[in-house]
């Protein structure tokens, strides 16, 4: 067949298939206006008829809620007078109390951990609490974003939270709206150094030379702050590395991706599918990989999303031991999508996030399977959670009687004695797991104690 002949095909069977396929453009476009058509009559009449003034913000808002309402949690619409203070809560620094929210299938709004540091930690909020009342409000058949409009509000103005307890003890706790700088790289104290300026001393064993990283949250920076933390402890020996990503609740997916790419040389990071989204996969490159040596990550059921991702990818490509217990299951990919003539944005969920094993991380209802299972597997109950969360506070104010010279003195005990205080077993096991692979000489791909400890483990 020649040239013109085949071009003359190609263009009656391109508009045959276009001729078949604008009827059913039509058709989706007649919906659409059909739609449109009743909802603004339902408007019209309500506007006119109804027995009462109402307020027409309020009405259109609802509109748009009671759609996304029958989606999940995460999908919502960010209004234009809320876009900038959106934008900053993805970039770590906002004004507010300091808690991570999340919406459970029941409605119910629970936390999913205080920011360390944050007014809402220091006025006793704790990690798993559902707020109950905003200021003597009661939350019943509210979506998240009311729920978190109710508790923003301009800095150094109070808010009362009504909240209930694991143990289900109920407190009113009134906390003063601060601004909130998330910090996301974290070491084990801060101490005093040679030239008496505080600083975080990032080992929690002088011998053998472990180091211990705390990631509390995934911002723009997080990687860069890593990579600068962690290049000192590699020019100083490190033989060990803890990453703590306890009670971190996610955040952007490129930092996620960039950390793994920094502890892994070659293979799958992370993928990506959606209904009308192609499978996108990341994969590991060995420029800027860092050297190899033992690594266990800590993980808890408050590490959720970007955090989890980090977790499971290391763990699937036999980089890191998982010591903890099993992580949320938040693996949604959420999508900014601008509305036309400055109509605000729309967080759709438009994919799921897979680890290289092909787990999904989602939890989805009636689910058995979601998340990241640790390999050393030691539960701790919400009182014990409690008692380290205020013991990692503690270690992180300024305390005269840490003002030790780091250089003249070790960080911790020596190795062969207990490492941390008693109220962190899953942080006593992971050093002992690093402990014992480097002293073998081994690595820790496979878990260096019983799979399961005890929760009252020293």
């Known amino acids: 067949m020649n040239r013109e002949k085949f071009a003359w095909l190609m263009s009656v069977v391109l508009v045959a298939a276009l001729a078949c396929d604008i009827p059913r453009t039509l058709g989706h476009r007649d919906d659409d206006y059909a739609f449109v058509r009743t909802l603004l009559d339902i408007h019209r009449q309500v506007s006119t008829n109804y027995v009462e003034p109402v307020d027409e913000q309020k009405l259109q808002q609802g509109a748009i809620d009671g759609m996304l309402g029958e989606l999940d949690p995460f999908t919502n619409y960010v209004p234009p007078a809320q876009q900038a203070r959106f934008d900053q809560m993805l970039e770590g620094t906002f004004v507010g109390v300091g808690i991570q929210l999340d919406q459970t299938e029941k409605g119910d709004v629970q936390v999913v951990t205080p920011i360390e540091g944050s007014p809402a930690l220091v006025a006793g909020v704790q990690a798993g609490d559902v707020i109950l009342k905003v200021n003597n409000e009661e939350l019943k058949n509210l979506r998240l974003p009311e729920v978190i409009k109710k508790i923003s509000g301009p800095e150094g103005t109070p808010v009362t939270l009504t909240v209930r307890h694991d143990d ?139 955090s ?20 949320y299951g938040k693996g949604s990919v959420q999508e900014l999508i601008p509305l036309d003539g400055g109509g605000g944005e729309l967080k759709l969920t438009v994919a799921y996030y897979y ?27 919400s009182e014990q959670q409690k008692r380290l969360l205020l013991a990692q ?3 992180e104010i300024f305390h005269h009687n840490n003002a030790t010279n780091p250089a003249t003195a070790p960080a911790t005990k020596p190795a062969t004695q207990p490492t941390t205080q008693p109220v962190d077993p899953q942080l006593d096991a992971s050093v002992d797991a690093l402990v014992r692979d480097i002293r073998s000489g081994a690595n820790t791909d496979v878990p260096a104690v019983p799979a399961t400890a005890p929760a009252t483990q020293p």
């Not at 989890?308 to 699937?316: N, Q, T």
């Not at 890191?320 to 099993?326: D, E, F, K, P, S």
């Open 168 to 306: 289900g003890k109920v407190q009113d706790l009134t906390i003063k709206r601060q601004s909130i700088v998330v910090p996301t790289i974290k070491g084990y104290r801060h101490v005093l150094s040679a030239d008496h300026k505080w600083e975080w001393d990032y080992w929690v064993s002088k011998d053998p030379k472990i180091g211990y990283i705390r990631i509390t949250q995934f911002t723009s920076d997080t990687f860069k702050g890593l990579k600068e933390t962690l290049d000192p402890l590699l020019h100083d020996d490190l033989q060990g590395l803890v990453l703590d990503l306890r009670f971190n609740p996610g955040g952007r997916l490129d930092q996620a991706k960039e950390v793994v790419d920094l502890f892994v040389r070659e293979g799958k990071i992370v993928s990506t599918k959606g209904r009308n989204r192609p499978e996108e996969i990341t994969y590991a490159k060995p420029e800027g990989t860092v050297r190899d040596f033992p690594m266990v990550v800590l993980l808890n059921e408050h590490s959720a999303s970007a």
């Open 393 to 395: 506070s503690d270690l």
């Open 308 to 327: 989890e991702i980090v977790a499971g990818s290391l763990k699937d490509n036999k980089r890191a031991l998982i010591v903890g217990t099993r992580s």
């Open 355 to 381: 680890l290289p094993s092909g787990r999904l991380v989602h939890r989805k209802k009636d689910s058995t399977d979601w998340g990241v299972d640790p390999q050393i597997s030691i539960p701790m109950d």
